[in-house]
């Protein structure tokens, strides 16, 4: 089983930035989702551990960024110019075999347990 540490959330208000964290005890492919009451959960974010693809919603793209640090084996997701929409549970996932649709959180094998986001107005 992979273990996954997120840590970053909090409360900030609208326009202010936020760096959340994934720890993972292994590389694999890392998405992240969010998950707002009473929502669905949908993707945000993805990338491999190798190469330079990276994946985002449309509804962050511009604002947010993914990156990795593959000496300490954590994915990071910077989101920039917040927005009270924003707000939601996040959870980071590993993608460990089989076929990877980085958007699909079906096609992840290993969850988070997630980390709250809550941007005011």
């Known amino acids: 089983q992979v273990r996954l540490v997120e840590s970053g959330g909090g409360l900030v208000q609208a326009g202010d930035s936020l760096r959340l964290s994934c720890a993972a005890s292994?590389?694999?492919?890392v998405g992240w989702f969010r998950q707002a009451p009473g929502k669905e959960r949908e993707f945000v974010a993805a990338?491999?551990?190798?190469?330079?693809?990276?994946y985002y919603a449309d509804s962050v793209k511009g604002r947010s960024t993914i990156s990795r640090d593959n000496a300490k084996n954590t994915v990071y997701l910077q989101m920039n110019s917040l927005k009270p929409a924003d707000t939601a549970v996040y959870y980071c996932?590993?993608?460990?075999?089989?076929?990877?649709?980085?958007?699909?959180?079906?096609?992840?094998?290993?969850w988070g347990q997630g980390t709250q986001v809550t941007v005011s107005s």
């Open positions: 990338m491999y551990w190798v190469g330079d693809s990276t």
């Open positions: 996932a590993v993608h460990r075999r089989g076929v990877w649709i980085p958007t699909l959180s079906s096609t992840y094998d290993s």
């Open positions: 292994e590389r694999y492919a």
